[in-house]
């Protein structure tokens, strides 16, 4: 069943009910609202078996999309043998992954902001993105119940790049525009282009920006390929122009293996290796240096993209700045010649500026109820739910995947955990695969054993030395001369002149429906699609 907003209002209680280790050193509550949260949402597998839960005296392990067509409550065996029926007879199903929902706040300290897990539920993946959105409604009804013990608000809600629940986070996050009476309004009206449709309470929606990553480099895996000024750029072509700047074959190889597709640092150095090709310029044939001048432009975007999350000498003004840079690339590139899905598939475009536009918000958010806040553009997204997720699947040697039971149980231990860890930091020891490398303007790689956290921030990312309009405009400057060079002009002038047109309203509609429907060309199920590069052999 879906949990209701009574039983994670209780759960919250518990989980926040102390002050973390240290209670004689309490965490002061920052500015008028508190800690701003990001409330997160993510599947894991989990063992298909029924399981007595004793503290509740229910049968747990079925599917929340049939739960309530079968009895849950262990009153006699009857009850056992008639939920044995519904399963075999169809009626009921067992729960082959759960939703996990966790909180992470927006703060510098450890101790504040470590994952916690505050529901969980077994789906069988057969729901749809209205039903979907009720169990978010019901964690987001259950946080502000409990914001005293929170001792905040959720600042946005943050997922991957899951179709279903992106719908849902369109039916919660996009309701009305913006008002005009809203703390956040004076600091993001005046950025032409940005997106100002919320949910209530200025509810926005976050992508994961690792997962981005991701889906990046599956773009340029797709057989076929992708449009960049008119240039089709496929994954051969890739490969070759990676060889003329002496790449190894090698390395080549497993850059574009389509097999490893969840890398974080694969990812990463795939996109790393574009931004860092030789410039067009310095390429003599005439077709070669086309194509390069496509690269480049992506080269450019990706640099965009990744700096803000991985070069820890960043302020917050320049992150921002590299943002607003990277979503006004995007929606030139996306509307030139009314490319669209030539260039890439409307769910990573839609992920990507859903991405970039919680951040403005969020920053705008902090600046309104914690002016003298230090704002960590790393917080956002999921990766606090991954790290609980990896913890998870290790707490019980080689049983990495429980059954719904043992999850609830694991990831109540993991909350313990995640006190003790952040009280001696020097005992935690990240996954690989969530270890992403510092990206600096040379290009250099740090391999560093942990995450880049805020500890490890260099930047100045205090809220009260940026205006969120400034790095959007200087965003839109460099976006138009990075562009300029390009055979078939931008025409910004139209795009502003339409005041329908914005990052999520490219053509002047919405990119993605508020229904539940998932778009034909969503990249996330093109798994069929994909190809690699083979090693040249003789």
């Known amino acids: 069943m879906i949990p209701s907003t009574a039983e994670l209002v209780g759960n919250i209680k518990g989980v926040f009910s102390s002050d973390l280790i240290r209670s004689d050193t309490p965490v002061a509550k920052p500015g008028s609202r508190g800690f701003g949260y990001v409330l997160q949402f993510d599947e894991i597998a989990c063992e298909q078996r029924i399981r007595y839960d004793p503290s509740t005296n229910k049968m ?7 739960s309530d067509q079968t009895p849950v409550e262990f009153t006699s065996i009857e009850d056992a043998h008639q939920l044995f029926d519904d399963l075999k007879g169809g009626t009921a199903e067992l729960a ?6 966790a909180l992470g706040a927006m703060a510098a300290d450890t101790r504040v902001y470590a994952g916690r897990a505050i529901g969980v539920s077994g789906t069988c993946k057969k729901e749809n993105a209205e039903t979907h959105a009720k169990l978010i409604e019901n964690a987001i009804k259950a946080c502000k119940e409990s914001e005293s013990e929170l001792r905040g608000y959720v600042m946005c809600i943050a997922s991957d790049g899951e179709s279903r629940r992106g719908l849902s986070f369109n039916l919660l996050t996009m ?23 919320v949910g209530r309470d200025d509810l926005t929606g976050d992508k994961d920006y690792k997962h981005v990553f991701k889906r990046y480099r599956n773009l340029l895996l797709r057989k076929k390929g992708l449009y960049v000024d008119g240039i089709h750029i496929t994954p051969d072509i890739l490969a070759t122009h990676l060889r003329a700047d002496a790449v190894s074959e090698i390395r080549i190889q497993a850059l574009l293996n389509p097999d490893d597709r969840q890398d974080v640092v694969l990812a990463y150095n795939l996109l790393k290796e574009i931004v860092h090709l030789r410039s067009a310029d310095e390429i003599g044939e005439p077709a070669f240096r086309r194509v390069r001048s496509g690269l480049n432009i992506l080269g450019k975007l990706f640099e965009q993209l990744i700096a803000p999350y991985t070069s820890i ?36 475009y839609a992920d990507s500026m859903i991405m970039i536009k919680n951040a403005f918000f969020c920053v705008a958010k902090m600046k309104a109820y914690d002016p003298k806040g230090s704002f960590y553009l790393i917080l956002l997204g999921t990766d606090r739910l991954e790290v609980l997720f990896g913890m998870v699947r290790t707490i019980t040697g080689n049983d990495c ?29 990240a996954p690989r695969r969530l270890n992403l490398p510092a990206f600096t303007q040379r290009g250099e790689v740090h391999r560093a054993t942990d995450h880049i956290n805020p500890a490890s921030w260099q930047g100045d990312v205090c809220v009260a030395n940026v205006t969120p309009l400034t790095p959007w405009r ?11 060079q390009m055979q ?3 025409k910004w002038d139209t795009l502003r002149s339409d005041p329908r047109i914005n990052i999520l309203q490219p053509f002047g509609e919405p990119v993605l429906k508020r229904t539940g429907e998932i778009p034909d060309d969503d990249d996330e199920r093109l798994d069929t699609t994909m190809s690699g590069v083979r090693l040249p052999t003789g």
């Open 175 to 197: 309701q009305e525009p913006l008002k005009e009476t809203s703390p956040i309004y004076r600091h993001l009206h005046s950025l032409e282009l940005l997106d100002l449709m």
């Open 488 to 490: 078939t002009p931008i």
């Open 401 to 429: 995947n429980p059954d719904l039971l043992q999850l609830g149980w694991r990831l109540s231990d993991c909350g313990t955990a995640a006190e003790i860890l952040a009280a001696y930091p020097e005992w935690d020891r």
């Open 60 to 66: 747990i392990g079925l599917a929340r999309e049939s």
């Open 313 to 348: 000498s960043m302020t917050l003004a320049e992150q921002l700045t590299h943002l607003s840079t990277a979503a006004h690339i995007l929606l030139a590139l996306y509307t030139q010649n009314r490319a669209r899905g030539t260039f890439m598939p409307v769910q990573l």
């Open 96 to 101: 082959v992954e759960a939703t996990v929902i």
């Open 474 to 484: 200087e965003g839109q400057k460099r976006a138009q001369s990075i562009l300029s």
